[in-house]
């Protein structure tokens, strides 16, 4: 049977599309690869694909941050040292940050987007079968509320 091989890229309904490119683009280091006044979307990559993420005008009246998709998720090369650092400039930049997670297989945190879109920077310690085996286990634990004790959260 054919399979899907992967998510491709997420589309977040945003008040500005050109605002939120720079935000995304300034504090999370994404390249701006394109904008389409047209379609009212900025269309933003990390780098290796054409865009990871589009950013799309938000139709007149929405209640941003509301019901939909829950969070995006974005994982990053290397460890609890680049978590931290990254942890430490999106909370420089005044982003809401929601919590952070110990969740077995990965670390990470939670933080809220101009626009209330929920997102999670997160790295991954476990891989391949072991990482397999570990969400197979009935008995993983996998409690979003578990502290990250590398930079656990302050009230903001």
């Not at 399979?3 to 589309?11: F, K, L, Q």
């Not at 993420?53 to 040292?81: N, Q, V, W």
């Not at 476990?126 to 969400?135: I, L, V």
Request: proline letters at 4%.
């Amino acid at each position: 049977m054919a399979r899907i091989a992967r998510v491709s890229h997420v589309v977040l309904n945003v008040s500005d599309p050109e605002a939120s490119a720079e935000w995304y683009r300034d504090v999370l280091g994404m390249e701006w690869m394109n904008y389409s006044p047209g379609l009212g979307m900025s269309f933003m990559s990390f780098g290796t694909l054409d865009h990871d993420m589009a950013l799309m005008k938000a139709p007149e009246g929405a209640e941003l941050g509301s019901p939909g998709l829950a969070h995006t998720a974005l994982c990053i090369d290397g460890g609890e040292e680049e978590l931290k650092e990254i942890y430490q400039r999106i909370k420089a930049s005044g982003a809401k940050i929601d919590f952070v997670a110990d969740h077995g297989l990965t670390k990470s945190f939670y933080f809220f987007d101009p626009d209330g879109n929920r997102l999670e920077v997160f790295y991954q310690h476990m891989h391949g079968e072991e990482a397999m085996n570990y969400m197979r286990n009935a008995g993983a634990v996998l409690d979003a509320y578990d502290e990250l004790e590398a930079a656990p959260p302050t009230a903001d």
